[in-house]
């Protein structure tokens, strides 16, 4: 039986994955692994690719998510990214989004951070 903090993260992954594609986004990948690092979701639109950290919290109450992106996992991110940019042979631009979803009076609040780090 999963917990309710990562059954909250799958269903916050799968919002923010709904939100790019509402956007006009394709998503190209989810859970993406290099190392010890691990990208959300990467999503292009056109030529830009974004890689996306996704942080959910069942309420604000200790804090709001986004500020769980800490320095060093904004590192392990980049890094990350930068092996899939050589893999795939991107010369586009990039972004690093922040998605955070907060429970709130029983209903999932995205705020989308663009640039988030």
Do not use: C
Not at 18 to 43: M, Q
Not at 90 to 102: L, P, S, Y
């Amino acid at each position: 039986m999963q917990s309710s903090s990562r059954q909250l993260g799958q269903v916050a992954e799968n919002l923010a994955a709904d939100h790019f594609r509402k956007s006009g986004f394709t998503i190209l990948a989810r859970n993406y692994r290099y190392k010890r690092a691990e990208i959300d979701i990467i999503a292009q639109k056109d030529n830009l690719l974004v890689f996306v950290e996704v942080k959910a919290r069942s309420s604000d109450q200790f804090g709001h998510p986004e500020a769980l992106v800490t320095p060093k996992q904004q590192a392990l991110v980049q890094a990350a990214a930068e092996e899939f940019i050589i893999t795939q042979d991107w010369n586009h631009a990039i972004r690093f989004d922040v998605i955070a979803i907060t429970k709130q009076h029983n209903q999932l609040q995205l705020t989308h951070f663009e640039d988030g780090f």
